[in-house]
């Protein structure tokens, strides 16, 4: 099913994100991964797609795993840093053969080694346009609500946003936040620039004080200053600073859909038992 006919269908969405195993890593590791979290009976399960093509195999393989074995629906991570239209045009090819109907479509981040004019696409809008010639996708595209960490003209990112949208964009995912009321007012924002299009909220659970440094470094998304000096006061108690975490990604989850959010999209980082554990402290939807 695509996923712009779920999201018709249903309110709200809880969806989950897991990412391939490293090359040295056998690929079996995020199959018992995959075991757990199809217990939680997501709506759909996203597989992430690594810098400048690397894991794009397992990408493949795994949401056609995810779709074919689990029988959960399958979203697609698919960047364009690096990459040919032929490349491009043969992993759309790959997804729609294994049937794969959802592809979330990024810029991605550019590897330290290859060159910024490297490939034939520069932007993800690049990508969606192209995408729409090459399949009856459903395609997502990613939102910034506190803004794009790269951003030189950040009076212009809802304008970016927009023709994204128009070029066929179905959904919109949300990078991570941590402060609802920057969600909230991203989605105002929105509304005025008359941007209709559902948009699913990234949310990524915290477990320890290193985790905090290294969002804030990649994404400048805030984190609550309570929440932060808490994590740190039980630092050097593992369990403690677990069930900090997991009881901030609940009551923020918890927030969101009092107020109808359209779905909820939680980066797992594979680790399927802190998810369960949030999803089974949610009031039942």
């Not at 043969?90 to 990024?106: C, F, K, P, V, Y």
């Not at 609500?145 to 950040?154: K, M, R, S, V, Y």
């Not at 209709?196 to 609550?224: W, Y």
Request: charge should be negative.
């Amino acid at each position: 099913m695509k996923i712009s006919d779920l999201l018709n269908m249903k309110k709200p969405t809880i969806s989950l994100e897991v990412f391939p195993p490293k090359p040295d890593y056998p690929i079996e590791t995020i199959f018992r991964t995959l075991d757990e979290l199809k217990k939680l009976n997501p709506d759909f399960i996203s597989v992430t797609y690594g810098a400048g093509g690397g894991n794009r195999e397992r990408t493949v393989e795994i949401a056609a795993k995810v779709k074919q074995d689990y029988e959960i629906e399958a979203l697609a991570h698919l960047t364009c840093v690096g990459h040919s239209k032929a490349e491009i045009e043969g992993i759309a090819r790959s997804l729609s053969e294994e049937g794969i109907e959802n592809i979330l479509a990024l810029r991605g981040d550019y590897p330290e080694n290859l060159p910024r004019k490297t490939g034939e696409f520069s932007y993800a809008l690049d990508l969606i346009e192209f995408l729409k010639t090459k399949g009856d996708f459903s395609i997502g595209a990613a939102a910034y609500p506190e803004g794009h960490p790269e951003t030189t003209q950040p009076e212009k990112e809802l304008d970016f946003l927009k023709e994204k949208v128009e070029a066929g964009v179905d959904f919109l995912i949300t990078q991570m936040i941590f402060d609802n009321n920057y969600l909230y007012a991203f989605l105002e924002r929105l509304s005025k620039a008359g941007i209709d299009c559902p948009v699913l909220v990234g949310v990524m659970p915290i477990f320890n004080v290193r985790q905090i440094k290294r969002i804030s470094s990649l994404c400048g998304a805030t984190i609550p200053p309570k929440f932060s000096s808490k994590l740190e006061l039980y630092a050097d108690s593992p369990e403690e600073t677990e069930k900090i975490g997991i009881d901030f990604a609940v009551n923020q989850i918890s927030d969101l859909l009092q107020n109808g959010i359209r779905g909820i999209h939680l980066y797992t980082m594979n680790k399927a038992k802190q998810a369960q554990k949030i999803m089974e402290s949610l009031t039942p939807l």
